[in-house]
Each structure stands twice: as structure tokens, then as C-alpha cells.
């Protein structure tokens, strides 16, 4: 089923260059909830970091594996080996379709240093509050950029001080958020060791 999915989902993202569907977002709504759709089995037969891989590549991001300076972005190109052999260290998710109801492909990983988000319309609050809940990338991730997704606000940003070894936080054209000050203070309090950047209006 997969590789028939896999074989009509790009001429459907072609679709998009045309504005009868570009005016159905339901349609594309729908589309993107398949792509997030999380599938257990597969995270069971091929591992955590390979099935993540096939998501965030299947949504339009890209990934890096440890030891590797290529970011892949071409899903029928993923490197193959044993089981468990390619670990992702880096995720680019901009421009993606990645959405909450995906994030459990998040959960098994646990070398994952660095996640940029920019220009993802479906990323939202709820979406942080689960990446920050998620025990293995509170220890892992060290990096974090979270650019013109207009869905965030404070309440979503503030869970990030969860990430208890985060180094690095980017926060750059985020209208949802209207007191920076508030979110500078909160964040010097739980993570002072913290190099944070606001480019916020």
C-alpha cells in the first residue's frame, strides 16, 4: 500500500501549482493528515530513526544522519543498512506539512541535536508542548530554531524550557508572541546556561 501511496503523492503535491486545488484546503488538510499518519508496525520493523526518517521526508523535511555531512531529502534515496545503523542527528523541517498527530515518530529517537522549524503552518502550540514532553529529546537535543510559524505563541514556547540541555534557541518572526520580555525572563530562570535569540517584533 505504501509504495502505491508513495507513487501517486508527488503528482498530488504538483496539484498544488494549480489554483482550483490551491483553494482546497481540506483537500490538502486531509492529505497531510495521511502523511502524518503514524505507523507502529513500521516503527517496530525498521526502527525509530529509519520510520522518523520516512515521515519528516514524506512531509517535505530534511534529515541528517550522524556522520554524514548530506542532508537526505529524497525519500526512495535513504541510505539502507542494518537495522538501527543510521541515527539522525539533525532535522531541517522547513516549508514542511509535519503536524502534531506525527510526533510520535519523535519519541524513539535519541541522538537528535538539532531541529529547525520555519514556515511550518502546522506547527502550533500543542506541537511544542509534545516535543518537549518527550523524555528522550529532553536530554538530546541541543539546537532548536523555531522561524515564522504563525501558530506559536507563548504558551508553546515557554514548554521548551523542559529541554534541559538545550544550548541554542532561535525565535525569529513569531506574531503569536507578544511579550518577549516575559519569555526572555522565564527562560533565563530555568535555563541560564541558555543562548537565546529573539527577532521578534
Known sequence: FM?????????????????????????????NTVFNKVDHERIK??????????????????VQFHGQEKWQQDYNNLPTGPLNKYKIK??????SCIMHIGFDYLEGLEHLEKL??????????????RLS??????KSILELEIISCGNVTERG??????????????????PGISNK?????????????????????
Open 90 to 95: 539533525a532535522i531541517d523541517a522547513t516549508d
Open 45 to 62: 520493523a525498521v526502527g525509530p530513526d529509519r520510520a522518523a526518517s520516512e515521515w519528516l521526508l514524506r512531509c517535505g523535511a530534511l
Open 157 to 174: 514556547v515557554i514548554s521548551l524550557h523542559h529541554l534541559r540541555n538545550l544550548q541554542y534557541l532561535l525565535l525569529q518572526d513569531l
Open 3 to 31: 509504495m502505491l501511496f508513495r507513487k501517486f503523492a508527488q503528482p498530488l503535491q504538483s496539484l498544488k501549482k494549480f489554483p482550483h486545488f490551491c483553494d482546497n484546503r481540506y483537500f490538502w488538510g486531509w492529505l
Open 116 to 129: 529547525k522549524l520555519c514556515k511550518c503552518h502546522y506547527i502550533e502550540d500543542e506541537c511544542l508542548e
Open 133 to 138: 514532553q518527550i523524555k528522550n529529546l529532553q
Open 181 to 201: 520580555n516575559n519569555v526572555n525572563e522565564i527562560f533565563q530562570n530555568s535555563l541560564p546556561s541558555l543562548k537565546l535569540k529573539l527577532d521578534l517584533q
